[in-house]
Nanobody, 124 residues
Framework: QVQLVESGGGLVQAGGSLRLSCAAS????????LGWFRQAPGKEREFVAA????????RYSDSVKGRFAISRDNAKNTVYLQMNSLTPEDTAVYYC?????????????????WGQGTEVTVSS
């Protein structure tokens, strides 16, 4: 069992930056690839970024590539999402998830554990 708690969301102006954190507890953190997803009102949950067990491999959706950066600190049991050059289209609730293996990392049902989400609002 893994418990995930996101933090760092808030209100920011377009062009600004935020850093989200997701703290984990429970089973060994380094055993799980991790992903960030987001869900805007009236839309499905969509993949944002993922990182493998050690942090050597990362993947991003096309919509955030070059603006967002995912990283993890296994010593602190925490995964981060640095978000730069934010636009109103980035407004959503952001969730972190943990899955048992590195593969199909864009597929939300493949994640076994989820946090409660942190809300990000980007004003124009």
């Amino acid at each position: 069992q893994v418990q995930l708690v996101e933090s760092g969301g808030g209100l920011v102006q377009a062009g600004g930056s935020l850093r989200l954190s997701c703290a984990a507890s429970g089973r060994t953190f380094s055993e799980y690839p991790l992903g960030w997803f987001r869900q805007a009102p009236g839309k499905e949950r969509e993949f944002v970024a993922a990182i493998d067990y050690s942090g050597d491999n990362t993947r991003y959706s096309d919509s955030v590539k070059g603006r967002f950066a995912i990283s993890r600190d296994n010593a602190k049991n925490t995964v981060y999402l640095q978000m730069n050059s934010l636009t109103p289209e980035d407004t959503a609730v952001y969730y972190c998830g943990a899955k048992p293996e590195w593969g199909y990392i864009w597929y939300a049902p493949g994640y076994d554990y989820w946090g409660q989400g942190t809300e990000v609002t980007v004003s124009s």
